[in-house]
């Protein structure tokens, strides 16, 4: 039987939403003819939606799985009941169903990371095997469904399952940098984790020669990281959710020349002022952190008398997993770092 291209014949309720929305669908391992079975290698929820539970857990490895099988168990779907967040998974391709046979490029085998939000892919997990808090990364036996407009990537092989892991999650981030960073322009990016790193290193790339590469992090600890890997020209060390110090700050660092284009890659919420701050009027944001606020974003910058163009973190950007392997094969320093922090034996 064939179900709907996105997927709504899995939906449970309510009745009538697509799957991301919706708050429990159906998870039955037998596919429908227009689907894709996935036996599950590991999932890599984001850093919003672990880091929440991880909280809630006090990085208790135990309590941490528990509340992981129990959100799936009641959701069909991994997806933080709080802040919404999924994330995404890497598995090897299990069975086609009929009506995609000959018209994908994938074959049962397959090594694959899924492009679409774990919030909406029905997800059965039998095993957790191991959680690494560190990397945010939960390896266990799982199936999981792709439905006929589910997007993923087969994992090349000269980057391999864990780096791909790491990196595909956050992958719609640089590549809006590359649509959107022009020579000569200063991009801003705030936070400098997996996303922001990568940001960083695509800003860098497209600005040049002439354009600036900003900073803004919480940590001592990635700041340093950031400028050994040589990927932005002004790094500072400002608290987000402290909006005039921020701007402060960056108005000192740069001389009074405002942002064209910032991407928010923050993991903590009320960050949205500094980030409208620090960008010039008719400048762009792109707010790709989950712990953004739709309301305080708009009425915030309404608020300051701003007229900045923001756009919602749309994870998709036609070609970004590309783009976003790019980033890494053409960088040995973040390439290196990526591996020493996100792929352990
Ligand atoms: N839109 C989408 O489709 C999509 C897809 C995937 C992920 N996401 C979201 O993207 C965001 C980033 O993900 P990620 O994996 O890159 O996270 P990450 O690796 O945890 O990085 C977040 C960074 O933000 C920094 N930070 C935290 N609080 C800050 C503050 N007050 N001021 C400045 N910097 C601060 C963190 O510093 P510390 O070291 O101090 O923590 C960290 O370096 C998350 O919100 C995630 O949910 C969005």
């Known amino acids: 039987m064939k179900g709907n291209q996105y997927g709504s014949h899995r939906v449970i309720t309510p009745k009538g939403l697509l799957p991301q929305a919706a708050e429990k669908i159906n998870n039955d391992p037998k596919i429908f003819s227009n689907e894709i079975l996935i036996d599950v290698i590991a999932l890599q929820p984001t850093?919003?939606?672990?880091?929440?539970?991880?909280?809630?857990?006090?990085?208790?490895?135990?309590?941490?799985?528990?509340?992981?099988?129990?959100?799936?168990?009641?959701?069909?779907?991994?997806?933080?009941?709080?802040?919404?967040?999924?994330?995404?998974?890497?598995?090897?391709?299990?069975?086609?169903?009929?009506?995609?046979?000959?018209?994908?490029d994938i074959q049962p085998g397959d090594k694959i990371a899924t492009l679409v939000s774990l919030s909406l892919t029905p997800l059965r997990i039998s095993e957790i095997h191991h959680i690494d808090v560190d990397t945010e990364q939960v390896f266990c036996k799982a199936n999981a469904i792709l439905f006929e407009s589910g997007i993923y990537t087969k994992i090349p092989e000269d980057l391999g399952q864990n780096l791909s892991l790491a990196i595909m999650d956050v992958a719609g981030a640089p590549a809006q940098?590359?649509?959107?960073?022009?020579?000569?322009?200063?991009?801003?990016?705030?936070?400098?984790?997996?996303?922001?790193?990568?940001?960083?290193?695509?800003?860098?790339?497209?600005?040049?020669?002439?354009?600036?590469?900003?900073?803004?992090?919480?940590?001592?600890?990635?700041?340093?990281?950031?400028?050994?890997?040589?990927?932005?020209?002004?790094?500072?060390?400002?608290?987000?959710q402290e909006p005039i110090d921020t701007y402060n700050r960056y108005m000192e660092a740069m001389d009074g020349r405002l942002a064209d284009f910032t991407v928010s890659t923050v993991n903590v919420p009320d960050t949205e002022l500094s980030t409208i701050l620090v960008t010039k009027d008719i400048g762009k944001i792109y707010f790709f952190s989950m712990s953004t606020d739709f309301v305080k974003a708009s009425l915030g910058a309404e608020g300051i008398k701003k007229y900045v163009s923001m756009i919602i973190g749309n994870g998709y950007y036609p070609g970004h997993a590309e783009i976003t392997f790019d980033i890494i094969r053409n960088n040995q320093k973040l390439r290196e770092y990526f591996i020493n922090r996100y792929c352990k034996p």
């Open 47 to 104: 850093s919003t939606a672990f880091g929440r539970i991880k909280n809630e857990c006090g990085r208790n490895i135990d309590k941490i799985k528990q509340a992981i099988l129990e959100i799936v168990e009641e959701r069909g779907k991994f997806q933080d009941p709080v802040t919404k967040s999924g994330g995404m998974l890497i598995g090897i391709v299990k069975e086609i169903g009929e009506d995609l046979k000959g018209k994908i």
């Open 177 to 240: 940098v590359a649509m959107n960073a022009k020579p000569g322009d200063v991009v801003v990016i705030i936070g400098a984790g997996k996303a922001g790193l990568l940001c960083l290193a695509e800003a860098k790339k497209r600005v040049a020669p002439n354009g600036k590469v900003v900073c803004l992090e919480h940590s001592k600890v990635q700041c340093d990281i950031v400028r050994e890997l040589e990927i932005a020209d002004v790094v500072l060390q400002v608290n987000g």
